[in-house]
């Protein structure tokens, strides 16, 4: 089967430094292997399309956190994750790791799929609700609803909600 | 000798099979692309990717924790 008969479509829903990385590796990997790929920016993901990214995360309510360090994995007790400064801390420490170990910045990953044509759709209702307007976004993004996301799913063979 | 070379050496998923895909296109139809990596998991993606876009994996192999892949592009 050829996988150019295929194609795909991501909606978008969290936009925190870690839920950021399944919906851009999967696009971008899917687009290398031929795949049309539609991501549909809802909710929290919309602002993965500002043109300014600061991503952060939260240790809070997130026991599977663990960092490696000095051989063992550490997490972080939720009432410690409410000191100020800790999840910036935190942030920093998994952009550090992930630097180390050669993962790819969101922000490379957003280019490669803009690159690969990726097509990007903001939701219409989330820009009015959290009050963003394509000027505040990169290049590419086009404007869109519910229609326009279900007309994608129903004419693709794989469609992700993350 | 391959007609072309990528060191993918040090980058994790997806960087090595994002990059192959785009040296493959500067690779002439039916010609090869030698590809060096460190991530273990590009051996199965390696694979997957050459079943799905139709290019041949031609051989892949490891020393020393490196891999090293060779890839023929399909015909144009």
């Known amino acids: 089967m050829s996988a150019e008969e295929k194609s795909m479509s991501i909606i978008v829903t969290k936009g925190s430094l870690d839920w950021a990385y399944p919906p851009f590796i999967l696009a971008t990997t899917a687009a290398a292997m031929g795949l049309p790929v539609t991501m549909f920016f809802t909710f929290y993901g919309l602002p993965l399309l500002l043109k300014d990214l600061n991503l952060q995360l939260t240790a809070a309510g997130n026991p599977a956190m663990k960092m490696p360090m000095m051989g063992a994995h550490m997490g972080l007790p939720n009432l410690l994750t409410a000191i100020p400064g800790v999840d910036a801390a935190c942030s920093k420490m998994m952009k550090n790791l992930m630097n180390k170990k050669g993962v790819a910045p969101i922000e490379e990953l957003r280019e490669l799929a803009v690159e690969a044509e990726v097509r990007l759709i903001a939701c219409q209702m989330t820009m009015d609700l959290f009050e963003y307007s394509l000027d505040d976004m990169i290049e590419g993004p086009e404007l869109g609803g519910a229609a326009t996301y279900i007309e994608v799913a129903t004419q693709s063979d794989i469609n992700l909600f993350i | ?76």
């Open chain 2, 1 to 76: 000798m391959a007609d072309q070379t990528l060191d993918a050496k040090g980058l994790n998923c997806p960087l090595p099979i994002l990059k192959a895909r785009k040296a493959l296109k500067d690779v002439p139809a039916e010609g090869t692309l030698e590809i060096l990596a460190t991530d273990p998991g590009s051996v199965a993606d390696f694979e997957a990717f050459c079943r799905q876009t139709g290019n041949e994996l031609m051989e892949h192999s490891e020393d020393g924790g490196i891999y090293r892949f060779l890839i023929r592009k399909k015909a144009a």
